[in-house]
């Protein structure tokens, strides 16, 4: 009894405490303070963002167009519908997944763009594809014993940038996110509104491709 009446929480809303919970515990106050002054408009603030993400969102367009310029223009337009979008930051996901979220969409409606325009991408193969773990990994040998050597990897990486971005997609995007980029099937599913079962499916059809154009190498 509180206050001469009995208090009762059904399943669904101890759930949703319990998820409140999670995610308050889960993000430092630094960050919470931090995501405050964005909401408040500090430009300190957004500068430090930038600052922080600007890299890594760059780096993760690079990977989705092939196109560095046009990952430089894409990376300029996430942080200014971050700006426009960041009083409705609800906080169920990190900032960074938050800001790849925008990133992937900047770039799909991109695409979208050039192609109702009969335009083609000019892809450069130049940017490097990074570190990864898994299938993505596999491909790529990493080896310092000498020129030969170092031409082979070149190669090798020249062929997975190309193998990468001749994928649907859907299957690079889930690739890039999870064998490049380090998230968990969950912050993707998050990041790109489908189900777990979505994004392992993804997962697992664009490594076949990549395996089946990358034969021999």
Not at 99 to 113: D, K, P
Request: with cysteine; glycine share 8%.
């Amino acid at each position: 009894m509180l206050f001469g009446k009995s208090l009762t929480i059904d399943d669904n809303e101890l759930e949703q405490v319990a998820s409140a919970a999670r995610i308050g515990s889960a993000r430092p106050f630094a960050e919470i303070e931090f995501i405050e002054k964005l909401k408040s408009g500090d430009p300190e603030a957004f500068d430090e963002l930038v600052t922080r993400y600007s890299g890594d969102i760059f780096a993760l367009l690079c990977r989705l167009t092939g196109d560095a310029d046009e990952a430089g223009d894409l990376t300029q337009d996430t942080f200014i519908r971050a700006l426009k979008a960041i009083g409705g930051f609800r906080g169920d996901s990190g900032l960074k997944t938050w800001l790849f979220r925008i990133a992937v969409n900047e770039s799909r409606n991109r695409f979208r763009w050039w192609k109702r325009r009969f335009r083609s991408q000019t892809l450069s193969l130049d940017q490097p594809i990074g570190d990864s773990d898994n299938a993505v990994h596999e491909t790529i040998a990493s080896s310092t014993a000498g020129p030969e050597e170092d031409a082979l990897r070149r190669e090798r990486e020249h062929l997975l940038r190309q193998a990468l971005l001749a994928l649907p997609d859907a299957y690079r995007e889930a690739v890039v996110l999870f064998d490049i980029e380090g998230f968990t099937y969950e912050q993707i599913s998050k990041m790109l509104e489908v189900s777990l079962g979505t994004v392992k499916s993804r997962i697992s059809r664009g490594r076949e491709e990549l395996r089946k154009r990358l034969k021999g190498f």
